[in-house]
């Protein structure tokens, strides 16, 4: 009886810790609403490190869960780290492990539901799923060293390697890739929004333009490649089968998540 009664327990222990850890990943990975201005963006999931640097880079600190990102904060994640941060119009960004980017500007209006977003990706990969705003001006844009992909609504990624070439490739919805030079000279909240043109005629395979002025349109299963010295290959499309990673699917497991 003594025998039977050890093993009830020790079952009961382990049930009840199994309980208590299913619990608390599901608790680490819940959604909490919070409460934020339209020039804030609050980190709704956290795996791993990540330091946040502010704007006049004097002071540094660890990224916590909740924590709410503002204009000029700089953020570099860590080895095996994932960050997702939500801005207040509900469009999301993440970025995976060993990714340095800065918050260039956050403005969204409550009221009138017009927003100009724009964040510097400096190295490293993001994932952006953008609310549409139907009717109204403002997008957000991402920006790097030799490109600037900017939208009203869509789910699109970015890599930005050490060598500084850039590749956008987008899932659903346009893009919007242009040159950097085109908006130089304008202060952060001033960056143009994106605005439409006509869409890259149709070509046979990857074809480098000049490092003169460029816009492109790019459309849903589509992706185009900014070489490191500012020459850019025309957009080609993509399968989803050949470009399905872990990186990818689990983006796409939490945009199920939050619809």
């Excluded at 080895?79 to 207040?88: G, Q």
């Excluded at 800065?102 to 490293?124: A, C, F, H, P, W």
């Excluded at 952006?128 to 869509?154: D, F, P, Q, W």
């Excluded at 993509?238 to 939050?258: C, L, Y």
Aim: hydrophobic share 35%.
């Amino acid at each position: 009886m003594y025998r039977i009664f050890r093993i009830f327990t020790a079952t009961f222990f382990v049930l009840l810790m199994l309980s208590l850890c299913t619990g608390m990943v599901s608790a680490y990975d819940e959604v909490i609403p919070v409460e934020m201005e339209g020039d804030e963006a609050v980190v709704t999931f956290l795996e791993g490190s990540a330091v946040v640097c502010t704007e006049s880079g004097t002071t540094s600190s660890p990224l916590i869960l909740h924590a709410k990102l503002q204009n000029g904060d700089k953020v570099t994640t860590g080895h095996e780290t994932r960050i997702e941060f939500t801005f207040a119009d509900g469009s999301l960004l993440r970025f995976d492990e060993e990714t340095i980017f800065e918050i260039i500007n956050i403005n969204y209006s409550m009221e009138t539901k017009e927003r100009d977003i724009n964040v510097r990706m400096v190295l490293g990969r993001t994932w952006a799923n953008v609310c549409s705003v139907v009717g109204k001006k403002g997008g957000l844009s991402l920006h790097a060293k030799n490109a600037v992909a900017g939208v009203r609504g869509t789910v699109y990624r970015m890599n930005v390697t050490k060598d500084n070439s850039t590749v956008v490739k987008v899932y659903s919805g346009e893009v919007t890739v242009q040159k950097p030079s085109q908006i130089a000279g304008q202060t952060p909240s001033k960056v143009e929004s994106p605005h439409p043109v006509p869409g890259p005629h149709p070509v046979p395979g990857p074809k480098k333009v000049s490092m003169e002025e460029w816009t492109y349109i790019v459309r849903a299963m589509q992706q185009i490649v900014i070489n490191p010295d500012g020459t850019i290959e025309e957009p080609t499309t993509f399968s989803a089968q050949a470009d399905s990673n872990e990186w990818v699917r689990w983006n796409q497991k939490r945009d199920r998540k939050n619809r």
